[in-house]
């Protein structure tokens, strides 16, 4: 299976611990996309990355959370202190390219549970 | 302010018949725009996609079509099968990059055998 992976696919931290989730791109693919969805919600943007560099993080909250895409590894995003209104899913998505014609392929998300 | 409406959370359609799901948008910056289909516990899967300098985009069961004087679109599925039951989500991005979308909240198809 070559698509995004996303890990864990559950998980659940207290309040003001750490949330650590992980993506690896479909292989070949150097552009990474995180997105949060809320309950009842669509998903929102986040943050756009490319090979160690954030492009785009318009849509990261301003404190607590950080995202990374290293030269090796899968991208991290970063949940510092978190409170129960981070919980939700959290999705990854890459592409090939970033044409507007490029397919995103997402993974399967993070449940992530604040208690 | 929300840049991508679906205004109908939920559609029930019979086997057999069309669905149609809508979306409209705001931003006129937006010149791409996409479906996606979602079952429960995993992620969106890539559906259709129309770019605006075209009205329709066609794909086996599925139609979209794109009025961008109504900054509507709509996605046609016909004929409708119980497989095609899903949470479908209309977004909507700039040719610059369509990995970063704005999704509308949803619209959940039950399709009825």
């Known amino acids: 299976n070559a698509g995004v992976m996303q890990n864990p696919r559950h998980l659940v931290r207290r309040r003001g611990q750490e949330a650590r989730l992980r993506c690896s791109p479909v292989?070949?693919?150097?552009?990474v996309y995180w997105y949060r969805q809320l309950p009842e919600e669509g998903l929102k943007f986040m943050v756009y990355?490319?090979?160690?560099?954030?492009?785009?993080e318009s849509g990261m909250p301003k404190e607590r959370f950080s995202a990374e895409f290293p030269k090796e590894g899968p991208s991290i995003l970063r949940i510092q202190q978190v409170v129960r209104g981070d919980s939700a899913a959290y999705f990854c998505a890459s592409t090939l390219t970033r044409a507007s014609s490029t397919e995103a392929f997402f993974g399967q998300g993070t449940r992530l549970t604040v208690v | 302010d929300q840049q991508v409406k679906q205004n109908s959370p939920s559609l029930s359609v019979q086997e057999g018949r069309i669905s149609i799901l809508n979306c409209d948008y705001t931003?006129?910056?937006?010149?791409?725009f996409l479906w996606y289909k979602k079952y429960p516990a995993e992620g969106p899967t890539f559906l259709i996609s129309i770019s605006s300098i075209k009205d329709k985009n066609e794909d086996g069961r599925f139609t979209v079509f794109l009025n961008k004087s109504a900054k509507h679109l709509s996605l046609h599925i016909v004929p409708s099968q119980p497989g095609d039951s899903a949470v479908y989500f209309c977004?909507?991005?700039?040719?610059?990059?369509?990995?970063?979308?704005?999704f509308g909240d949803g619209t959940t198809l039950t399709v009825k055998p």
């Open positions: 931003n006129s910056m937006f010149d791409y």
């Open positions: 977004a909507a991005s700039d040719s610059t990059n369509a990995g970063k979308s704005t």
């Open positions: 990355l490319q090979k160690e560099n954030i492009i785009d």
């Open positions: 292989k070949g693919h150097s552009h």
